[in-house]
């Protein structure tokens, strides 16, 4: 069973940085479709960055973090990364780590949580004014 632990959250000033880490288990990160999504209290879970399973290397910022944040991957390490950079007090939410099953179609990435299979269990960023 494949397992996701998400690392690496915390407490940051306005216009600090932050890298989150996703370590993946059971299971090889390769061909898996990888995504982070945050959930702020009081409001649905919403997308945040994708990155494709191929080798493309393609990736997919929502808009509110377009420029701020970077997606990356390391499949012999089976660790995902999001980089956060210029925090604003409105990125404070819980930070999940997401990932597909093995993907043997030409989709290169997924925005949508349902498309996801296996989640993990969130990492706290909070981002002080």
């Known amino acids: 069973q494949v397992q996701l632990v998400e690392s690496g959250g915390g407490l940051v000033q306005s216009g600090g940085s932050l890298r989150l880490s996703c370590t993946v288990s059971g299971g090889t990160l390769s061909n898996r479709i990888m995504g982070w999504f945050r959930q702020a209290p009081g409001k649905e879970r919403e997308f945040v960055a994708t990155?494709?399973?191929?080798?493309?290397?393609?990736?997919y910022c929502a808009d509110s973090v377009k420029g701020r944040f970077t997606i990356s991957r390391d499949n012999a390490k089976n660790l995902v990364y999001l980089q956060m950079n210029s925090l604003k007090p409105e990125d404070t939410a819980v930070y999940y780590c997401a990932a597909t099953s093995i993907q043997y179609n030409p989709i290169d990435y997924y925005t949508h949580g349902y498309e996801y299979d296996y989640w993990g269990q969130g990492t706290q960023v909070t981002v002080s004014s």
């Open positions: 990155h494709s399973w191929n080798s493309s290397g393609r990736t």
